[in-house]
């Protein structure tokens, strides 16, 4: 299919700049051509469907570096409880009862939520990938797939069986070597998770001093602090996403910044279960790239990077009484492009530029919360919602449009089954 768009605002991150009247030609999954509406005369392209944006926001959609998309089952069902009571007493026991059909309509759920706020691409790390592939393969959305999630024995071999069970021969999925985090999985099976990124040449992603306590029991367990013990043990030797990094010392920011470690920052999931405020402004400061994910709805309660871009910025100018930091184009990078690196997406996706993937999304700049213009970057991170979302395009197929879903996302069967899902945890974990 080629679709033309014309009418539209590019937003230029780099220069915090708005492009406007500009076309963008989507051939197939790519960008074929990207420029001002008159420049388009010297590009013959004989499209299927014009769309006219009206001078709307086109955006590259956003990318959720961190989620747990098959959670949303679990959305509101223990708030308020710190992270370790929470995850034991809570989570792991409903989880054990969790079948490959509740995940992949659970990841599904997840994944109406996500395309409806913006989101072209996530990172999910859950269990069943087999379920989590199919439910984004099924729903035409980009994902890379965690590996390991409940592996825990013999994880080298474990994990190679089931990367190569796992399809590869579509240009949406790509797979991340994971380890849920140091206080669940050993040494051996962090090392495990090491020989398996270096062996299929994948990128690696752990949950990392995100409480207190984790880092307190490193320390008194390794003499180390989680980033000295995950340079030990060689995870850092390939591309690596650290999820939530809320308790890095700053004397370990070299270790990161030397094997050019970036963080998956969560703040809202961060703030809900009490974990304490990430030093990500000192980070992005010392060179160490940032970028944003959502954590699971079960510990967040929504899936929307609006309010993680949001909250990211207050969060650092409320806890250093400073303003004058992380502006709203920096948020909205953390937002896109910063995670195409970790992911091994650079190149692909994050921008709207001729020969990359054609992921993006429309903003409607004629809503009330964007009135008056004065400033779409602004609005952009201080002001919108996922309502002013009307267009979700993944690889080049629209997955939302004015407020309906394409025709093969079937929305009522996913919430109805999602209920009897959860209706049946209940009972079976008597909670
Ligand atoms: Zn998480």
Redesign the pocket.
């Known amino acids: 299919m080629k679709i033309k768009i014309i009418n539209a605002k590019i937003l230029d991150l780099e220069n915090a700049n708005i492009l406007s009247n500009m076309t963008v030609c989507i051939d197939g999954s790519n960008f074929a051509f990207v420029g001002e509406n008159d420049n388009l005369f010297s590009f013959a392209f004989n499209a299927d469907r014009v769309i006219d944006f009206e001078g709307d926001i086109l955006s590259a959609g956003f990318i959720n570096a961190?989620a747990?998309n098959a959670m949303s089952l679990f959305r509101g069902l223990k708030d308020d409880v710190p992270l370790q009571e929470w995850l034991y007493d809570n989570m792991f026991v409903i989880e054990k009862f969790l079948t490959p059909n509740d995940i992949y309509y659970g990841t599904q759920l997840g994944l109406l939520e996500s395309i409806k706020s913006g989101i072209t691409t996530q990172l999910d790390?859950y269990f069943e990938p087999e379920s989590i592939v199919k439910a984004n393969l099924d729903m035409k959305m980009r994902l890379v797939c965690a590996l390991g999630a409940n592996i825990y024995d013999d994880r080298y071999s474990a994990l190679k069986r089931e990367f190569e069970s796992l399809p590869h021969d579509s240009e949406l999925i790509s797979y991340i070597a994971y380890a849920h985090s140091i206080y669940t999985v050993d040494t051996k099976g962090l090392e495990d998770t090491v020989l398996m990124a270096r062996d299929f040449k994948l990128p690696m992603h752990i949950?990392l001093a995100e409480t207190l306590t984790e880092v307190g029991e490193c320390v008194q367990k390794f003499n180390k602090t989680p980033v000295q013990l995950l340079e030990d043990i060689g995870f850092f030797e390939h591309r690596c996403l650290l999820?939530?990094g809320v308790h890095i010392d700053k004397d370990d920011y070299d270790i990161l910044l030397n094997h050019n470690v970036s963080i998956a920052h969560?703040p809202a999931?961060n703030m809900k279960l009490g974990s304490g405020i990430a030093p990500i402004y000192s980070m992005m400061q010392a060179g160490i790239n940032v970028c944003l994910g959502t954590?699971?709805p079960a510990s967040n309660n929504s899936i929307d990077m609006f309010k993680e871009m949001y909250l990211a910025t207050l969060l650092q100018k409320v806890n250093l009484y400073e303003t004058n930091i992380m502006p709203a184009e920096l948020m909205l990078k953390m937002a896109t492009i910063n995670a195409t690196y970790p992911l091994m997406l650079n190149n692909k996706v994050g921008k709207i530029e001729t020969g990359y993937k054609a992921d993006l999304i429309r903003i409607s700049i004629k809503d009330i919360n964007f009135q008056p213009n004065n400033n779409y970057i602004s609005n952009m991170v201080y002001s919108a919602r996922p309502d002013n979302v009307v267009m979700t395009m993944v690889n080049g197929e629209i997955l939302y449009e004015n407020g309906g879903f394409a025709n093969f996302i079937d929305v009522e069967k996913i919430i109805a089954e999602c209920n009897n899902s959860i209706s049946r945890l209940k009972k079976m974990s008597k909670m």
Do not use: E, I, R, T
Request: one cysteine or more; proline letters at 0%.
């Open positions: 961190h747990h790390a949950h999820a939530h969560c999931s954590d699971g």
